[in-house]
């Protein structure tokens, strides 16, 4: 762990440039944050293929000092008990799970004083989803947060956003007007989460002094979350 430098903040975004993360990008840099991304996308401030170690090793190894890592990687449910492969479970549990906690453990050194780490979750990790893969890996991100809460502590805060539909989001926008009705009816604001809602969310996380090891359920009461 190292002392923080001077100068603006530093965070690295992995997945950031999807549709939330990329939203996380514009909320943190319009608030004076120097944010870097990391995906496979040759647009990318960092290169990483989160499945694959060697990586994800590499990755790390690039990567300057940071004040904070979000985790905004996904993999969308597609496969039912019915459906599932050994391949398609590995490739999940490897983008929600094992490639963080992969890049955590190459990268920690990085971290400063008093930084944060985010972990992307979903509400299926406590209602269960019809892709028991994707219901297992989110329910281990939060397990990492807690576990590496403690880890880390005192000197890196270690958190996890659990936020339900987001509006205007590729899983929104695939979902049949029927299925997006049924998730507002269930919401007790009866509406769906907005993208800018759920990157204040992140960087409410990342910037608190005194959160850590927590779960923010963002849904609108959708779901009463533990």
């Given at each position: ?21 990329g ?81 955590i ?17 979903s ?35 270690v ?52 959160v ?15």
């Amino acid at each position: 762990m190292r002392d923080r430098e001077a100068g603006p903040r530093r965070a690295l975004v992995i997945g950031g440039l999807g549709a939330i993360g990329g939203a996380v990008v514009r909320r943190l840099g319009g608030s004076g944050w120097e944010c870097l991304v990391a995906s496979r996308s040759p647009r990318a401030d960092i290169g990483l293929d989160i499945g694959d170690e060697a990586s994800v090793v590499a990755a790390a190894a690039a990567c300057p000092p940071l004040d904070a890592l979000v985790i905004a990687t996904n993999l969308e449910p597609s496969a039912s008990l019915t459906e599932l492969t050994g391949r398609h479970a590995a490739a999940m549990f490897a983008t929600h799970v094992t490639g963080p906690l992969l890049f955590i453990r190459s990268a920690r050194h990085l971290l400063a004083k008093g930084s944060s780490i985010v972990f992307l979750s979903s509400p299926a990790a406590y209602r269960g989803s019809y892709d028991p893969c994707y219901a297992a890996a989110k329910g281990a991100t939060i397990a990492l947060a807690r576990t590496l809460a403690k880890e880390l502590a005192p000197d890196v805060r270690v958190n996890a956003l659990s936020p339900s539909i987001v509006e205007d989001s590729p899983v929104a926008r695939r979902m049949t007007p029927d299925f997006r009705a049924r998730h507002r009816e269930a919401s007790l604001l009866e509406r769906t989460l907005s993208m800018d809602e759920c990157a204040d969310a992140v960087s409410f996380l990342v910037s608190h002094p005194h959160v850590t090891g927590a779960t923010l359920h963002l849904n609108g009461g959708e779901f009463l979350g533990a």
